[in-house]
């Protein structure tokens, strides 16, 4: 789509509309500097502070396991987003429920990845509501972590969460809006949970001014990138080509048989390696981390 200033993306043109508003630069008033990162303040180390909220979808979104058919059964309601302050990584558990019990599911995945680096989450910050149940907090006090809550009503007050889940959304929004341009016949909504963990996985590895050119995912492990997960990157439901699991196996197949199938990509396994993409069988539904 070509604009004024250029061309202009389609999907990021439809996913970023809003009300126009009144010219208000009169009399507008920032904010103090000393406010400025409050909420961030002396969070130095990753893992000395976390902030998490949960975000509701009204369409059920569909698990990677399975061939979707079950989504309207069993399929995912929503999820926690969590942030790290030092670091700025953000961590997705989508949930099925928005339970006491599936929070903290989420919670103990998020620290056995920390532990596994080698990093120890000392506190989080969330709103009131299931952070501040009995599950959740007999967890937290056996791990001996802190938590702080924000005033009732006040959701400016855990605004690292609120932004975040904002940001991970309007980029899924667009894979998805781009996915229904470009290929609408095999566009479907309950791939949201797919689209943010994919917007996730961009985020982490993408390199920031405000981190002084390093990743999330660098500032959190200590280590630097050469950003090669980046250049093996897909645009989320792209078509990519599957060889024929008899040439996987190499077995022969007829001379003249198509050596490929098409499917699409929804982003990359967490279970193998970062050349492991997973891929959607547009005919079946199935979704299988793919490397050939």
Not at 148 to 161: L, P, R
Not at 237 to 259: A, E, F, T
Not at 270 to 281: A, E, G, Q, Y
């Amino acid at each position: 789509m070509l604009g004024l200033l250029g061309v202009k993306c389609g999907a990021c043109l439809l996913t970023k509309a809003k009300r126009r508003t009144p010219d208000s630069t009169r009399g507008y008033q920032s904010k103090p500097p000393d406010n400025n990162m409050l909420l961030k303040r002396n969070h130095l180390r990753p893992g000395q502070c976390l902030s998490c909220d949960h975000y509701v979808s009204p369409i059920k979104g569909r698990r990677v396991d399975g061939y979707g058919k079950r989504t309207q059964l069993d399929g995912y309601v929503g999820g926690a987003i969590y942030v790290d302050h030092a670091s700025a990584k953000i961590f997705h558990h989508p949930q099925a429920s928005l339970s006491a019990a599936d929070t903290l599911r989420g919670k103990q995945i998020i620290e056995q990845e920390a532990h596994d680096l080698g990093r120890k989450i000392e506190s989080y910050h969330s709103d009131n509501g299931i952070f501040a149940q009995k599950e959740f907090k007999d967890h937290r006090e056996h791990q001996k972590q802190k938590l702080s809550f924000c005033g009732v009503g006040a959701h400016h007050q855990n605004g690292i969460a609120e932004i975040n889940i904002k940001t991970v959304c309007n980029l899924a929004r667009a894979n998805l809006i781009h996915l229904m341009l470009m290929w609408p016949e095999k566009c479907n909504v309950n791939l949201w949970t797919l689209a943010i963990n994919y917007a996730v996985w961009i985020f982490n590895r993408l390199p920031k001014a405000s981190l002084g050119g390093l990743s999330p995912n660098e500032i959190w492990s200590g280590v630097r990138s050469d950003y090669a997960d980046l250049r093996r990157a897909h645009v989320f439901g792209c078509p990519v080509y599957v060889l024929d699991p008899r040439l996987q196996n190499g077995v022969q197949i007829p001379k003249w048989d198509s050596r490929a199938r098409v499917g699409m990509f929804v982003g990359f396994s967490t279970d193998h390696s970062s050349l492991v993409p997973l891929v959607l069988n547009t005919r079946t539904g199935n979704i299988s981390p793919q490397y050939h």
